[in-house]
């Protein structure tokens, strides 16, 4: 069953590719988004991850179900962390299992840009000078 | 009728606030809380047309809000 | 540094995707192939594995090292399992990793589907009958 | 030149074997050994255009054998 979390702890890629294998599926695809050292030339030490945690659970749980229905598989998992993460640190994880790879990961990439279109959650990048601030995609 | 906003990220910052009650006409649409939050010190730092949700969802500044609703200013959202 | 591999032990996808994770990094994409349970109708209890191992070895590394050069990034992994294998095993994982998520799905998808056309590896299926057969792609 | 030729999966099946030797003049091109592969027994199963490797590489039919090569008959792949 698709199932969605926000999540405190670090996020445990080989349990959620556990969770989306099934003797139908052929293929798994996992994404994982990690913490990456700079944005927009500026040397980053780490990102806080906040939500609007009753209505980013919701909107996710609503985003897996509408890929699963899409895509026409159970298996979507999504897990997304909060809270002060390092560089290098997974945000996000998504798990799709199908019987076909070309719609593994085209489920797999329609329930990122879902994510990041519409899922209420934020981030603070603290940089290398000490300063810190809100990113916005597509800025 | 008194509503209660929630105000996230930068929103909040510019508010000072993660939450703040407005008052406005029974009748009101979401777009005068949104007028009415944008009254408020700091808050020209919200655009006049925000996403703006009710009890969990996004809803549109013509719908119409009740004192019981949830309602959320969300800043752009920049998960993953 | 891009890497492929043939191996003849379960695959361990953690150790996989900790290979191309790096602080550059924002995305990582994992492809997991698995063996399923039914092909074209039949039931399927599980699957050989064989390679010209020479040729298929050193067409799997010029293979990842391509997928680098074009998706310009080191961070391309490839190991594909040999032997027998049952229903729900992975027979193969390839991991990438890239400062941007477009290109990490991209190389991931450019792997599988040149392994497919290219690196000569056979696959004998074991069907609920007792009976196997050679199984080509595209058939 | 004697050459000796690797064959896998259906093809090894097939010809009975995973690896047959076939005697062509010198100067000789792929399909020169590919034509030898299908004179024999079970050879019909391979196709007239079968992909071909030299020294683990494709190859065309046209390309030059020598005596020292390592060549092989490529059944369509199945990986992954």
Redesign the interface.
Known sequence: MPRAALVTRPLDVAALLREVQRPANGAEVLFVGTVRDAHEGRSVTGIDYSAYDAMASAELERLVEEASVRYATPDVVCEHRLGTLAVGDASVVIAVGHPRRAAAYDASRWVIEALKARVPIWKREHYADGSRAWVHHGR | MIVNV?L???YA?ALGADAVMVEVPDGAVLGDVVTAIRGRPGGDRVPSVPLV?RN???ATLADPVAATD?I?L???????
Chains 1, 3 share one sequence.
């Open positions: 929630l996230f990220a930068s910052d949700a969990h969802r996004y949830e959320a969300i800043p752009p959202v920049a998960g993953g």
